[in-house]
DNA sequence: TGCAAATATTTGATATATCAATTATTTTTG
DNA sequence: CAAAAATAATTGATATATCAAATATTTGCA
């Protein structure tokens, strides 16, 4: 298997992107608010911005398995920044809250959250975050059934 | 927060490409042999290539945690893909080595690998994934401390 | 030499990912 | 309408990620 041709390194390249990325977000995170993934806080703000979402709707929307979400929405909820109660119309459903302490909390995010898109694209122009989005967009069309 | 800036979107992009991506070569390496990932196929074909490096590194070109190292070299000791002893030159190590049914896995991956690669870059020009090499390295180092 | 620092690996704890199966409820359809 | 199909969420099993602490060994230096 050849290890050096351009096809390896790009993908490469786009793991250890994603991952230094979300290691530096994640740090910056921590030291803001303990106890707080850079996921947990995307959902919560996900919950803020789409209250009448299903668990599902937001699981897709962060990328997540149901079964993730599920697990990870147990914590929010141990952890007091949701609440959950069943959705009358529908009680297959949820009915998701996000608590004050929740709220507090995104609020403090949401600079941090910023700023790690910021500075991860500094020097980065407009027009090569559009290749990006092209040439990333077309990679996954081809992945995806 | 806004959830429509092309910092916001392109990030979603970079992951929801690589997920794509992880997920349709997993598929396309089951349909092939059962029972085994992509990143462990990963690392058997590191340690093919480079039999001296220890765990930590083979960790790192993989862009693991020693610790998951450990965990993912363990099972594929129990799923008899490679084996472990301990170097006499430095007891702290181990040294590797592949098994005949790890290296006639590795074998029937090559091929499935490679053809992941390929399809996924399918209508990607070498210039664009110059582009994608260069513009996502810089997010890289923005991101390295 | 001898001990402190460094190194390689492991382990424990906790979070997340993924698949398949299950439960509870709602919708569809013969 | 009643049974079947679809849907939302959960659960179980297993794999992986991550951090911190522990273990074993080696190296560097006073």
Redesign the interface.
């Known amino acids: 298997?050849?290890?050096k041709?351009?096809?390896?390194?790009?993908?490469y390249?786009?793991?250890?992107?994603?991952?230094?990325?979300r290691?530096?977000?994640q740090k910056n995170l921590s030291d803001k608010v303990k106890d707080m993934t850079i996921d947990q806080g995307l959902i919560l703000?996900y919950l803020d911005?789409y209250p009448e979402k299903t668990q599902k709707e937001i699981a897709a929307l962060a990328?997540k398995d149901s079964a993730s979400m599920t697990r990870m929405l147990n914590l929010m909820e141990k952890k007091e920044y949701i609440t959950r109660s069943i959705n009358p119309e529908n009680r297959r459903r949820f009915h998701i809250e996000i608590t004050t302490k929740g709220k507090n909390v995104l609020q403090s995010l949401?600079p941090v959250?910023?700023n790690n898109?910021?500075?991860?694209?500094?020097?980065?122009s407009?027009e090569?975050?559009?290749?990006?989005?092209t040439?990333?967009?077309?990679?996954?069309a081809?992945?995806?059934?």
Chains 1, 2 share one sequence.
């Open positions: 298997m050849n290890f041709s351009p096809s390896e390194i790009i993908f390249t786009i793991e250890s992107t994603i991952k230094a990325y290691k530096s977000s703000a911005r990328f949401a959250i910023i898109r910021k500075n991860a694209l500094e020097g980065v407009e090569e975050i559009e290749q990006l989005e040439i990333l967009s077309k990679i996954r081809n992945c995806t059934p």
